[in-house]
């Protein structure tokens, strides 16, 4: 968009230069165009080529994990959120994480925490596909 309107206003000035013999100047506005969407075109190719080699190495967005982590703690029982793993596929996020509970939680309990936190996380990051592994507090972290 940015490149066409550059494009089109170096046209005018071309015209208007055609027009007026006396406005040498303007017959640069072709070359000054140019320029302007050779530097549009590289800083967009740029961009894109950081996108893919980000998408390559499977990069998650900045601060998702810790969105993520503070998601997780707001809810009731959980003592801690860690080994959080984040891919981006396309426009899908697969979510991999453990949560820290009192040991004395019930299964059924345990289980319910993290249907809320698979719910909380789906609201901010969809669509996703969220694993919660729970763990007892006291345990060691485990990374894999």
Sequence with gaps: MRSSSV???GLIGLSIANS????????????VAALVVAVIVIYVSAQLGLRTVS??????PRGLAEKIERIAARVPGVVNAHAIRIRPSGAHTFIDMHVTMDGTV??????????????AI????????????VEPAGTPKTSR
């Design 106 to 119: 019930t299964l059924k309990d345990a289980h319910s925490a993290t249907e809320v936190i698979e719910n």
């Design 20 to 31: 007026f013999h006396g406005l040498a100047w303007v017959n640069k506005a072709d070359s």
């Design 7 to 9: 494009v089109i206003l």
């Design 122 to 133: 789906l609201k901010e990051i969809s669509p996703a596909d969220v694993t919660v592994h």
């Design 55 to 60: 998408t390559l190495l499977d990069t998650a």
